[in-house]
């Protein structure tokens, strides 16, 4: 049986570590833009439920999932 490294994004989400590209704030204007982009392409996943979103997270499938948890505690 194999073991997966995950990360808790919040609220009991899980997203497994080997996927994760990048880890970057979520008030830049870039983030901004591709938060955006990933909207308006349907790869936008949302794991705030409703709270303000502190991070974003780059998948290796070009899908973005929102965090309310800090950079600094995901990473």
């Known amino acids: ?3 997966f490294s995950v990360l808790n994004v919040g609220f009991g989400n899980i997203v497994l570590v080997s ?3 990048s880890i970057i704030h979520s008030d830049s204007a870039s983030a901004k833009r591709i ?3 990933a909207k ?10 409703g709270k303000k979103t502190r991070s974003i ?6 899908h973005l999932i929102l965090s309310n948890l800090r950079v600094e505690s995901l990473t």
Do not use: F, G
């Open 35 to 37: 938060r955006n982009e």
């Open 40 to 49: 308006s392409n349907n790869s936008l996943i949302d794991a705030t439920q």
């Open 57 to 62: 997270i780059v998948t290796d499938s070009n």
């Open 1 to 3: 049986m194999s073991q």
């Open 19 to 21: 996927k994760i590209v």
